[in-house]
């Protein structure tokens, strides 16, 4: 059976996931692995990891390069992290152009196409 758009418009949209909820969850919590045991042995700080997992700091190349090396999840393991973080970005960013779109195209003056 098929939805009309009244249904469609009705279903909630979930929150971004960001990544540091997926450390936390689908890594640190089955391993029995503390923040302050992975920072040991990625060599970051306790402060780092902490605020990834506690949703108030993003992944960056260097820690995602880490956490791929620990994890051994092979060569991919970096993109992996990188990838979780840029589409909680995109997620974010389209929550927030759904409100500033029209703002934001005011404000812009895009270069003349015969430029």
């Not at 997992?53 to 991919?76: H, K, S, V, W």
């Amino acid at each position: 059976m098929k939805k009309d758009n009244k249904d469609m418009k009705k279903t909630k949209k979930l929150p971004p996931i960001h990544p540091g909820e997926i450390l936390r969850e689908e890594f640190l919590v089955p391993l029995k692995l503390s923040q302050a045991e992975l920072a040991r042995s990625i060599n970051v700080s306790t402060k780092r990891v902490n605020e990834i997992c506690q949703e108030r700091r993003g992944i960056t190349p260097d820690t995602a390069y880490r956490l791929g090396i620990y994890f051994n999840m092979g060569p991919n393991g970096m993109d992996f992290w990188l990838n979780l973080q840029h589409k909680y970005e995109r997620e974010c960013w389209k929550d927030y152009l759904e409100s500033q779109e029209k703002q934001i195209r005011r404000e812009v003056h895009p270069l003349p196409a015969n430029y």
